[in-house]
T-cell receptor, first 111, second 115 residues
Framework: TQLLEQSPQFLSIQEGENLTVYCNSSSVFSSLQWYRQEPGEGPVLLVTVVTGGEVKKLKRLTFQFGDARKDSSLHITAAQPGDTGLYLCAGLYNYGQNFVFGPGTRLSVLP | DAMVIQNPRYQVTQFGKPVTLSCSQTLNHNVMYWYQQKSSQAPKLLFHYYDKDFNNEADTPDNFQSRRPNTSFCFLDIRSPGLGDAAMYLC??????????????FGEGSRLTVL
């Protein structure tokens, strides 16, 4: 069974603080995605990482893929209330069809 | 423009009354998925179509069925909804196969309420 763990599962911080969310597995991914979901909406793709050690930046968000392609992190700099939401990581194994989701990190950024 | 469109966004039904949710896509992706998501949990895969091939998850109840009449459309049928089926239902598409990285594109979801 392929499992994805995310930590922390809940995070409440003040506007302007930095944070990091982690996504870990014992299995190797062919690719890994991060999604953000707001209440009542579908998840929206933020980034896909494919290459071990890859770092991608999206404005104040920095995504890193582990060298062994088993883990990933999402770092947010100077969080804003608009960053509030459920952050989901999902992994794809062996270029297959099935995506495995982590349990999600619920982020609340207080003004 | 929305690329994965789900209808209806909100569906209220009575216990045991069949419901059909629809999903259409303009991405020409070969895989379409149906997920069930309950309050703040991760999406749970019900089944997916790879082209015309139907793939059911082992723990998906028989109460849930799906149809994919063509590349663009996919339907989720709940034959006899129970109170426990109240959830957000998410349709997603992906282009997989070959060496594509594979990403999921979600619709906005259909929220089902069972009375």
């Amino acid at each position: 069974t392929q499992l994805l763990e995310q930590s922390p599962q809940f995070l409440s911080i003040q506007e302007g603080e930095n944070l990091t969310v982690y996504c870990n597995s014992s299995s190797v991914f062919s690719s890994l995605q991060w999604y953000r979901q707001e209440p009542g909406e579908g998840p929206v793709l933020l980034v896909t990482v494919v290459t071990g050690g890859e770092v991608k930046k999206l404005k104040r968000l920095t995504f890193q893929f582990g060298d062994a392609r088993k883990d990933s992190s999402l770092h947010i700099t100077a969080a804003q209330p608009g960053d509030t939401g459920l952050y989901l990581c999902a992994g794809l194994y062996n270029y297959g069809q099935n995506f495995v989701f982590g349990p999600g990190t619920r982020l609340s950024v207080l003004p | 423009d929305a690329m994965v469109i789900q209808n209806p966004r909100y569906q209220v039904t009575q216990f045991g009354k069949p419901v059909t949710l629809s999903c259409s896509q303009t991405l020409n992706h070969n895989v379409m998925y149906w997920y069930q998501q309950k309050s703040s949990q991760a999406p749970k895969l019900l089944f997916h179509y790879y082209d015309k091939d139907f793939n059911n998850e082992a723990d998906t109840p028989d109460n849930f069925q799906s149809r994919r009449p063509n590349t663009s459309f996919c339907f989720l049928d709940i034959r006899s909804p129970g109170l426990g089926d109240a959830a957000m239902y998410l349709c997603a598409t992906s282009r997989v196969g070959g060496r594509f990285t594979g990403e999921l594109f979600f619709g906005e979801g259909s929220r089902l309420t069972v009375l």
